[in-house]
């Protein structure tokens, strides 16, 4: 069970990373209904999206409590939900408010899924058996890279596991490699630096009670890490 304070109604303002770089993907209402389609995902992530999923699913089992910091495209919290199954409690965050209305209607139908405005790199209160973070560091600034790893990892309960899932450097010989730097020196500006940095060295203090493991996949383009809490 988990004890869960959200600091919803003082998010007056979002970020300005958020509005000055990503309006165009999770701040538009006429194109989230294009963007948030399962098989856009899978063509972003070049047919990764569902072994990425797989992996995180991996983690997780029936009556798990899981924290989920931002909202994703497509269906992967649906398939979250439905691997913890109706005896176990899915919490998911974002701090857009169109995010988070679509992804309660989306989900709507699932009554151990609660969704609601927060933001991740503002310590909120838990205790969760996992927490999946897919996909949401390459999107902010380092700075902000640096509060939300501590912050997802302080609501791991003892035995407990955060799962981050993002982009890594590709190996040198990956033929994607100059085209992904291209991309995301041109739409996604906080995501190299997840090519010269471990998530595991954003964690701060915090990360010293947990046991970590990386793998990556696609010729090092992705990486999951697991950090276990002892
Ligand atoms: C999880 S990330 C990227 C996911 C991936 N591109 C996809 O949807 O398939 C996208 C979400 O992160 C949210 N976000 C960005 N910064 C956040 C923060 N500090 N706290 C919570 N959500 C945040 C955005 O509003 C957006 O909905």
Redesign the pocket.
């Known amino acids: 069970m988990s004890d869960i304070t959200t600091q919803e109604t003082t998010l007056d303002t979002l970020?300005a990373y958020?509005s000055d770089v990503y309006t165009w993907a999770?701040l538009t209402p006429r194109l989230t209904g294009f963007l948030d389609r399962q098989v856009v995902?899978q063509t972003i992530l070049w047919g990764n999206a569902q072994r990425l999923i797989d992996g995180v699913l991996s983690h997780l089992k029936p009556g798990d409590a899981v924290f989920q910091?931002?909202?994703?495209?497509?269906d992967f919290s649906r398939q979250v939900a439905a691997t913890i199954g109706p005896q176990g409690r899915l919490e998911v965050?974002?701090?857009?408010p169109l995010?988070v209305s679509l992804t309660r209607r989306k989900l709507a139908d699932l009554a151990h899924v609660h969704v609601a405005r927060?933001?991740?790199?503002a310590p909120e209160r838990g205790a969760f058996d996992a927490v999946t973070c897919?996909?949401?560091l390459h999107?902010?600034p380092d700075e902000?890279k640096r509060q939300?790893v501590p912050a997802m990892l302080n609501l791991v309960q003892p035995g407990g596991q955060a799962i981050f899932v993002d982009y890594h450097r590709p190996h040198g010989w990956h033929p994607l490699k100059p085209l992904m730097r291209r991309i995301f020196q041109w739409l996604e500006p906080f995501a190299l630096s997840l090519w010269s940095q471990e998530i595991q060295a954003l964690a701060g203090s915090v990360g010293a009670s947990f046991r970590w493991s990386k793998r990556t996949r696609f010729g090092g383009m992705y990486q999951t890490v697991i950090a276990e809490r002892r």
């Open positions: 970020p958020l999770y995902v910091p931002a909202a994703v495209y497509g965050r974002d701090i857009a995010q927060a933001d991740a790199a897919f996909f949401l999107e902010v902000v939300v």
